[in-house]
């Protein structure tokens, strides 16, 4: 996978996501295509795509308009129609609307040390037949703001820091009251926490203010004068709940919610490796916490045969739904506002190919 880059100085919503659409209208047509037959398979009806994505857009548009100008302006520089952006960008909450459940997704480590920003490492696990090329876009907003994040094209965010040393954590959960009808696009709400917050506080209120129907736990950090923070927002159609650190500064999470309440809606079943990655990631503290993000990502070296698959490989056996791959592994740099990631999962990490944008 290439990790392709991206820097606008339009702060126009439109004409930023028309910018965005034309210089990358290959890879938004890629994922087009690939999340259409993804559907397929998993049991979406082709016909449903068109509504489903244009009630994202309506959604969104509610939430967040700039957010939903920003998407209008993709479709129009890739040249693609409106609901195609919105299914992209609804692509969780339609997969929910079938119960598509995968065995795979992410692992995301925080450790708040003392004082400095907290030091944070993320997997970003998806099918390993999805499209060779990802994206980092460096943007601002009208209000000034300057976000950097990480996302796959045609889709308004997932992982990413504002100068305000503000950042996002992105893992996908699972409820039984996923996929009642079309929410709020939760990749969407990952960049309406960049754009908008400018502290702990403004981050986790913009999150929960989202109504969702796919659940997600979105983990905020910040780097402030009152020390470094982090929280995870656990968001779900059966409702919000936010997970601190443990006593010692160290907040995990990986694809089975941890709040007791909404664990009670869990759909993730007990023999799922989210279970066994967060056990094994506990176990790793000391790498976690490192001030050198390399050894962090060597906390997250943890195959299938050590215990639980945190650096995830496809088993060619299994059909494309079915098979998982951790294709990149993303860490932020909360005092300088960068991302820092190498292109592939942590056992083919070196300072090599260690990359900062």
């Known amino acids: 996978m290439t990790v392709r880059r991206f820097e606008t100085t339009q702060t126009d919503p439109f004409l930023r996501g028309e910018e965005l ?6 890879g938004i047509a890629a994922n087009i295509a690939g999340y259409t037959e993804l559907f397929e398979v998993v049991g979406v009806a082709a016909d449903d795509l068109p509504a489903l994505g244009l009630t994202a857009i309506e959604r969104l548009a509610s939430w967040r308009p700039a957010l939903a100008d920003e998407l209008h302006g993709l479709a129009a520089g890739s040249g693609r129609a409106a609901w195609e952006l919105g299914m992209l960008n609804a692509r969780t909450e ?25 030091r944070t490492v993320q997997t970003w696990d998806w099918h390993d037949v999805s499209n060779d090329d990802t994206l980092v876009v460096r943007s601002r907003t009208a209000e000034g703001r300057e976000v950097r994040y990480f996302t796959e094209f045609g889709i308004l965010g997932k992982i990413g820091v504002n100068n305000d040393g503000v950042g996002v954590h992105f893992n996908i959960l699972n409820h039984a009251e996923d996929g009642g009808g079309m929410g709020v696009p939760v990749h969407a709400v990952a960049r309406g926490v960049l754009d908008g ?9 913009i999150a929960l203010s989202a109504e969702v129907t796919a659940s997600t736990v979105l983990t905020i950090v910040a780097a402030s004068a009152a020390g470094p923070q982090a929280v995870s927002v656990e968001l779900s159609p059966g ?7 443990s006593d010692g500064g160290l907040l995990l999470h990986t694809n089975h919610f ?21 056990d094994r990631l506990r176990e790793r503290r000391a790498s976690l916490s490192s001030s050198d993000p390399l050894r962090r990502v060597a906390g ?30 993303i860490s ?20 090599e190919s260690w990359q900062v944008f």
């Open 332 to 351: 932020l740099d909360l005092e300088h506002a960068h991302l820092q990631f190498h292109e592939g999962g942590p056992c083919t990490a070196s300072r």
């Open 21 to 26: 659409g034309r210089a990358f209208a290959d």
């Open 239 to 245: 409702g919000h709940a936010t997970v601190l650190p």
């Open 94 to 118: 339609i997969l929910a609307t079938v119960g598509a459940i995968g065995e795979g997704e992410c692992s995301t480590s925080v450790y708040l040390p003392e004082t400095g920003a907290p």
């Open 300 to 329: 997250m070296l943890i195959h299938e045969a050590d215990g639980a698959p945190v650096c995830c490989h496809p088993d060619p056996h299994l059909a494309f739904e079915h098979r998982w791959q951790t294709l990149l592994t």
């Open 258 to 278: 941890l709040d007791d309440r909404l664990a009670a809606g869990e759909l993730v079943p007990g023999t799922s490796s989210s279970y066994r990655r967060l």
């Open 197 to 205: 917050a400018g502290t702990l506080e403004e981050a986790v209120a």
